[in-house]
């Protein structure tokens, strides 16, 4: 079945750096439409970045300049490098996948999109 693996969480202060990594496997990793979510105590769960099956990417305004997402096709692995953490960036992060061979929508950013997800790994920014 379906198993989307997080990890890479924890602590940093602000301004520091940490790199989540997702491992997927028991489906065709390469037709999957990749994203990792966030969600905050109290709001809403929403997108951090997208990367579909070319390798478009597209972030939320707040993370633009920070925060990379990256995929290894050939290990069914999904990434997340963010730097200059800030507090604001505290939430639990999720990997989440959409299968998608046929796709021509570019992107997909609502968490509604999206069939699989990983249990999550928290990450805290300290001021």
């Known amino acids: 079945q379906v198993q989307l693996v997080e990890s890479g969480g924890g602590s940093a202060q602000s301004g520091g750096s940490l790199r989540l990594s997702c491992a997927a496997s028991g489906f065709s990793y390469s037709v999957y439409y990749m994203a990792w979510f966030r969600q905050a105590p109290g709001k809403e769960r929403e997108a951090v970045a997208v990367?579909?099956?070319?390798?478009?990417?597209r972030y939320t305004d707040s993370v633009k300049g920070r925060f990379t997402i990256s995929r290894d096709n050939a290990k069914s692995t999904l990434s997340l490098q963010m730097n200059s953490l800030k507090p604001e960036d505290t939430a639990m992060y999720y990997c989440?996948?959409?299968?998608?061979?046929?796709?021509?929508?570019?992107?997909?950013?609502?968490?509604?999109?999206?069939?699989?997800w990983g249990q999550g790994t928290q990450v805290t920014v300290s001021s």
């Open positions: 990367i579909n099956i070319g390798g478009t990417t």
């Open positions: 989440a996948a959409k299968p998608c061979p046929g796709c021509t929508t570019p992107i997909y950013f609502a968490p509604r999109d999206y069939n699989y």
